[in-house]
T-cell receptor, first 113, second 112 residues
Framework: AQSVTQLGSHVSVSEGALVLLRCNYS??????LFWYVQYPNQGLQLLLKYTSAATLVKGINGFEAEFKKSETSFHLTKPSAHMSDAAEYFCAVSVTGGFKTIFGAGTRLFVKA | TAGITQAPTSQILAAGRSMTLRCTQD?????MYWYRQDLGLGLRLIHYSNTAGTTGKGEVPDGYSVSRANTDDFPLTLASAVPSQTSVYFC???????????FGPGTRLTVL
């Protein structure tokens, strides 16, 4: 079975500061890993995904994430936060041949001017 | 293309009444899903379908039913609504069960 844990339900950063959102996963087989973003009153949209190719994955809006098998982590980073990054972010895990994706509880990112 | 559409956008429903939330995708995806999103609880899977004609139960299926008569449509029915079903409901689809999912805009349901 797979599971995912997002550390911190809320993260606050200043505009221009580094964004780091933490995600740890559990999977008995090689996982697929995803980060989704949800803006207010909208559905989720894919930021980036890891599917066993390069361990450093680049996504939209300047975000990237690094798959670290030894740490079972897939943390999301962005060098410089913009006000428009304020949203909720979800980490998710699935496996090849599986039929469900497991979502984390979400981390709400606040960006201060 | 429209991607995934959901209807209605929002609804206020009296307890005990029935309602069907509609979901349609135009991407010919095999898999479709229904989630509910509640503050502090994240996304919880209600029901899913890996292909037309098959459905399965998710994490919180009680009080809900689904059907998948064709590839494009995946309606969610509440037979007798209760206040605890007040939530935002999202429909999603993916090429297969383990690929990235595409989400609809959501339906905000209030049961009084």
């Amino acid at each position: 079975a797979q599971s995912v844990t997002q550390l911190g339900s809320h993260v606050s950063v200043s505009e221009g500061a580094l964004v780091l959102l933490r995600c740890n996963y559990s999977s008995s087989v090689p996982p697929y890993l995803f980060w989704y973003v949800q803006y207010p009153n909208q559905g989720l949209q894919l930021l980036l995904k890891y599917t066993s190719a390069a361990t450093l994955v680049k996504g939209i809006n300047g975000f990237e994430a690094e798959f670290k098998k030894s740490e079972t982590s897939f943390h999301l980073t962005k060098p410089s936060a913009h006000m428009s990054d304020a949203a909720e972010y979800f980490c998710a895990v699935s496996v090849t041949g599986g039929f469900k994706t497991i979502f984390g509880a979400g981390t709400r990112l606040f960006v201060k001017a | 293309t429209a991607g995934i559409t959901q209807a209605p956008t929002s609804q206020i429903l009296a307890a005990g009444r029935s309602m069907t939330l509609r979901c349609t995708q135009d991407m010919r995806h095999n898999a479709m899903y229904w989630y509910r999103q509640d503050l502090g609880l994240g996304l919880r899977l209600i029901h899913y379908s890996n292909t037309a004609g098959t459905t399965g139960k998710g994490e919180v299926p009680d009080g809900y039913s689904v059907s998948r008569a064709n590839t494009d449509d995946f309606p969610l029915t509440l037979a007798s609504a209760v206040p605890s079903q007040t939530s935002v409901y999202f429909c999603a689809s993916s090429v297969s069960g383990y690929n990235e999912q595409f989400f609809g805009p959501g339906t905000r349901l209030t049961v009084l």
